[in-house]
């Protein structure tokens, strides 16, 4: 049997169940590459009712002898990158396993983190309530030529001379616009020639690490951060993050070619959740929102924001898939459903008379949509000790055919609690028929 290459990725709007899916499968993999996004995201891991949380790392980074890549792609905040590595080392992890650093990643300065929270200030009521970890603006720096890279941290001369540029105009903009402090590039330089320093020893040319992996054939897992609906070309736009969170985006963020991506999994929650602002056609303001929400235990882990809870939203999906090429379905959280009256999904969008079946790129249309509901039958069943997809109450298993049916993909996982035991894995993607 051959070996595939797996990316995973968030299906909705981020808070999918990633972390655990990663976590998950990491166990088949060898090479774990995160490819783009910042600490914006907030993955959460229990192994054995013990919590971890990570923004930064890669999620399989509990296993042992793995190679863990945060590739060119992500936009790094140094200073959290060394606190996580710090709090797994203590928690007994990373003991064979390794965590690399891309010399080509963006390092997110002080100055995008004021500016991305100035400009969320600033916009006032149609802010678009970014997480405030300056990935916007390190990401605006990137495309713009004034970023500055992990390997720039360890010349300082060099690095002086970027951040000089780099403030230039921000400078301007801090004391003129936002009546705010302005930074020394000098005193900047200093501090990040130590940090780089103090991360030497994480920085690789990360093309050499990737390319000797697939030519030995290891078997690679690409880790995607935030959800499709959040992708900066072909999300709800302007409430978005600033990466391609799509699979395409593990093909430029961890630099390799598309035709070794031999499996894309869907990491998909069994209803809809969305945090910070932005349309939210299936958003339910009501006791059943409510209910989604306590019982999913739904909060930001980065902000701690109470996430917005609805039901599940087709076509949501279907363009999903149509942006990522899904081969599997990893359908989280549906442990949550249990012991509703009722559950509804979202099948299409009304406007003015019209149905949709797919997102519109217009925003103020998309925020006048209705949504057109399928009611299901509901299962009272307690499904978290569930193990084996054959123990799957019919009622569920109905509602798992439904998705998988309207979107033409199968299920490769089924999760039913957020512990790692909690999982009935139905297919490896790793391994190819
Ligand atoms: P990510 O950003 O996609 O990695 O997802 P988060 O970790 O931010 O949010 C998912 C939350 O749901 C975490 O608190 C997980 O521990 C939890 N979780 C994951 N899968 C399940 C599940 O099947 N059932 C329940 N009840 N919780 C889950
Ligand atoms: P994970 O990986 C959910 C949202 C923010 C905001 C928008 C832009 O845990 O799924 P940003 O700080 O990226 O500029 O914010 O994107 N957002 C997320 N929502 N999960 C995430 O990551 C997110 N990362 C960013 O709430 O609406
Ligand atoms: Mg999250």
């Known amino acids: 049997m051959a070996n595939s290459n797996v990316a995973v990725v968030g299906a909705q709007w981020g808070d999918e169940g990633k972390g655990k899916v990663v976590d998950i499968y990491g166990k088949h993999a060898d090479v774990i590459i995160r490819f783009q996004g910042g600490n914006n995201a907030g993955h959460t891991l229990v192994v054995d009712g013990k919590k971890v949380?990570?923004?930064?790392?890669?999620?399989?980074?509990?296993?042992?002898?793995?190679?863990?890549?945060?590739?060119?792609?992500?936009?790094?905040?140094?200073?959290?990158?060394?606190?996580?590595?710090?709090?797994?080392?203590?928690?007994?992890?990373?003991k064979t396993s390794k965590v690399f650093l891309s010399d080509r990643a963006h390092v997110i300065m002080p100055y995008h983190k004021i500016l991305d929270q100035m400009r969320e200030k600033k916009r006032g009521a149609t802010n678009i309530g970014t997480t405030g970890r300056g990935?916007?603006?390190?990401?605006?720096?990137k495309t713009s030529r004034l970023g500055i890279r992990v390997g720039d941290l360890l010349s300082h001369k060099h690095l002086e001379a970027r951040i000089e540029e780099s403030?230039?105009?921000?400078?301007?903009?801090?004391?003129?616009?936002?009546?705010?402090?302005?930074?020394?590039?000098?005193?900047?330089?200093?501090?990040?020639?130590?940090?780089?320093?103090?991360?030497?020893?994480?920085?690789?040319?990360?093309?050499?690490l990737v390319s000797d992996a697939l030519e030995a054939k290891k078997k690679i897992l690409f880790e995607g951060a935030q959800g499709a609906l959040l992708d900066i070309d072909q999300g709800t736009y302007p409430f978005v993050t600033s990466s391609n969170t799509t699979s395409g985006g593990a093909c430029t963020g961890a630099g390799i070619p598309p035709n070794i991506v031999d499996e894309v999994i869907a990491?998909?929650?069994?209803?809809?959740?969305?945090?910070?602002?932005?349309?939210?056609?299936?958003?339910?303001?009501?006791?059943?929102?409510?209910?989604?929400?306590?019982?999913?235990?739904?909060?930001?882990?980065?902000?701690?924001?109470k996430r917005r809870c609805g039901?599940?939203?087709?076509?949501?999906?279907?363009?999903?898939?149509?942006?990522?090429?899904?081969?599997?379905?990893?359908?989280?959280?549906?442990?949550?459903?249990?012991?509703?009256?009722?559950i509804?999904?979202?099948?299409?969008?009304?406007?003015k008379g019209k149905k949709f079946q797919t997102i519109p790129a217009e925003i103020s249309t998309l925020e006048q949509l209705t949504p057109v509901y399928k009611t299901l039958k509901s299962w009272s069943e307690s499904v978290t000790?569930?193990?084996?997809?054959?123990?799957?109450?019919?009622?569920?298993?109905?509602?798992?055919?439904?998705?998988?049916?309207?979107l033409g993909v199968k299920t490769a996982l089924l999760s039913v609690g957020p512990d790692r035991a909690q999982t009935v894995e139905i297919r490896n993607p790793f391994e190819k028929n």
């Open 344 to 351: 509804k999904v979202c099948t299409a969008y009304e406007y």
């Open 167 to 208: 403030l230039l105009e921000k400078n301007v903009l801090f004391k003129e616009l936002y009546g705010a402090d302005t930074f020394s590039a000098s005193k900047l330089a200093d501090q990040y020639a130590e940090l780089g320093e103090k991360i030497k020893s994480y920085i690789i040319d990360a093309n050499e």
């Open 385 to 406: 000790d569930l193990t084996n997809e054959k123990a799957v109450p019919s009622a569920m298993r109905d509602y798992i055919s439904f998705i998988e049916d309207s």
């Open 135 to 141: 990935i916007g603006p390190a990401y605006s720096d």
């Open 53 to 94: 949380v990570l923004h930064l790392v890669p999620a399989a980074s509990l296993h042992e002898n793995k190679s863990c890549l945060i590739a060119n792609g992500t936009v790094v905040d140094i200073e959290i990158f060394l606190s996580e590595i710090e709090t797994l080392k203590q928690k007994g992890y990373l």
């Open 267 to 305: 990491i998909t929650k069994a209803y809809t959740t969305r945090v910070g602002s932005g349309p939210f056609p299936t958003e339910l303001n009501d006791s059943v929102g409510e209910r989604l929400q306590q019982v999913g235990n739904e909060f930001g882990a980065t902000t701690g924001r």
């Open 311 to 342: 039901w599940l939203d087709l076509v949501a999906l279907r363009h999903s898939k149509n942006m990522n090429g899904f081969t599997g379905l990893a359908l989280m959280k549906l442990d949550v459903l249990s012991g509703l009256d009722e």
